[in-house]
């Protein structure tokens, strides 16, 4: 979903076997397949971060989550891999807000499947922190605990870390995955313009993602 449609909507799998033909022939292209960063980020040594940018709200990054957290698993020792919520507007900001705030108790990766289901299953907005304070209640997360951590300086900071980052990534859509400071693709962007089933855009950003992950350790 790119940054201009966030203001119209108020309201990837382990890779195995051969790439597609497309990826086949000589490999992802830059400028077609994924960007280069202009200005690459430092890094820590021994360590490739790969970092998923999403939102909870966009349809697109729902329908991402099997693929890339079960791809996510299966990535060797030395990469490290994390989510990164963006804040593309007001509301999103609050989403934003809930993401950090659930990672600061420790319970985001428990909660986000259920979150990710209210809003895109039943159609709840969850834009504000009471709704998502009473939501979270029926899975066992103390209210005063979420509406203390919610208001926390350390989330705030998280938050504009956050919003730092993906600055520096120029994200302007979602879901898009960051690698090793250097490389941007995503579902969209790794088909290079041709109009695909989503299911094989997810498995085409994994692939270019491994890829890229191989070119970061100097082996592509």
């Not at 659930?102 to 907005?125: S, Y």
Request: proline share 6%; net charge positive.
């Amino acid at each position: 979903m790119k940054r201009r449609d966030f203001s119209a909507l108020l309201a990837a799998t382990p890779l195995a076997g051969a790439a597609p033909a497309a990826l086949a022939q000589g490999g992802p292209v830059e400028g077609r397949h994924y960007k280069a960063l202009s200005k690459p980020l430092s890094s820590q040594p021994g360590k490739i971060e790969v970092v998923e940018f999403f939102w909870y709200g966009c349809p697109h990054c729902y329908a991402f989550e099997d693929s890339i957290e079960a791809w996510a698993r299966q990535l060797p020792a030395d990469v490290a891999f994390r989510k990164v919520h963006v804040a593309f507007r007001a509301n999103v900001k609050i989403h934003q807000r809930m993401f950090y705030t659930l990672e600061a108790l420790g319970k985001e990766a428990v909660a986000r499947p259920a979150i990710f289901k209210a809003m895109h299953q039943q159609g709840l907005a969850l834009d504000d922190a009471k709704s998502q304070a009473k939501f979270l209640s029926n899975l066992g997360i103390d209210p005063a605990k979420y509406q203390d951590a919610y208001n926390s300086f350390g989330v705030q900071t998280k938050c504009t870390q956050a919003e730092k980052l993906s600055e520096a990534y120029n994200i302007d859509g979602v879901p898009s995955i960051g690698i090793g400071g250097r490389f941007l693709t995503s579902p969209s962007v790794s088909a290079g313009g041709q109009p695909l089933p989503e299911h094989e855009l997810h498995s085409r950003a994994l692939q270019v993602s491994n890829f890229l992950i191989q070119r970061v350790r100097g082996k592509a």
